[in-house]
């Protein structure tokens, strides 16, 4: 098994705390994403209780920190617009990447038990987020059974990812884990209402080798050779997912690149 690379971390900069904003900028019932952050089937009026506790949005520009390590918990954060990464400090100083965020993704839930953040979110683009104070979230837990329901499922859907994370980083090849980043990003775009089989990596390449346990030479190659197997195109940091069945197969250990 190939071993994960540390990176040194890049600088991370903090922003000071940014002025709230008037009500009206968080409409949760006009928002695109809101099926992926919100249950469905809410009745008007618990939408709009929903919408007074999400009264702020927040821009963070990139290469900035949402939130760091040890940062006291006070909110989840619904990723508006953007891209974001979480990664943590190694014992030895280096930097661990644990996963990528979009739009429609909800963060900051590993602070929930401890009330301290265990990593740190920084922002891969110029992006937004709605801030969801969890005191109040949990008051509207107990009113409304069905956000309750919800918010298990996405907890639920985040341990699934972790393990499938570390299932990735342990016992598949190379090739595996690389045709089984695109074909993730491909399913969570085109939840998003996006291509499917278009899409641009917001990463940079040793982002993506440090996320998989890969030296940012291999990342490399290994774009080369899926190129040359004619499954994908790639135009600088743009992606066309040619043949998306055979990157299933890859993934899934079926079939290898040569």
């Given amino acids: 098994m190939m071993q994960a690379v540390q990176f040194a971390p890049n600088p991370v900069t903090r922003l000071p705390e940014p002025p709230r904003s008037t009500e009206r900028q968080s409409r949760c019932s006009t928002c695109s994403l809101h099926h992926l952050c919100l249950p469905t089937g809410l009745g ?23 939130y760091c390590t040890n940062d006291t918990f006070n909110n989840l954060y619904a990723i508006r617009l953007g891209h974001f990464k979480t990664h943590q400090v190694t014992f030895d100083g280096g930097e661990q990447i644990t996963g990528f965020q979009m739009a429609g993704d909800l963060v900051g839930m590993d602070a929930i038990s401890t009330e ?38 996405m907890m639920s859907h985040e341990i699934t990812r972790d393990q499938n994370a570390m299932l990735l980083l342990g016992n598949m090849r190379a090739e595996q884990r690389f045709a089984n980043f695109l074909v993730n990003l491909s399913s969570r775009y085109k939840a998003r209402g996006y291509s499917a ?10 982002d993506i080798g440090n996320f998989l346990g890969l030296t940012i030479e291999s990342v490399s190659r290994l774009i080369s050779r899926f190129k040359k197997q004619g499954w994908i195109k790639v135009s600088n940091r743009e992606i066309e997912v040619v043949d998306l069945e055979t990157l299933k197969a890859v993934a899934m250990g079926a079939s290898q690149a040569h």
């Fill in 44 to 66: 008007e009026a618990e939408m709009q209780r929903l919408e007074k506790i999400v009264v702020n949005r927040r821009k963070v520009p990139r290469d900035s920190a949402l």
């Fill in 116 to 153: 301290r953040h265990h990593s740190y979110a920084v922002a891969l683009e110029d992006s937004e987020v709605c801030e969801i104070p969890f005191v109040k979230l949990e008051e509207l837990f107990a009113e409304i059974p069905s956000l309750l329901r919800h918010f298990h499922r």
């Fill in 197 to 206: 089989t278009s899409f641009q990596l917001r990463m940079s390449r040793e």
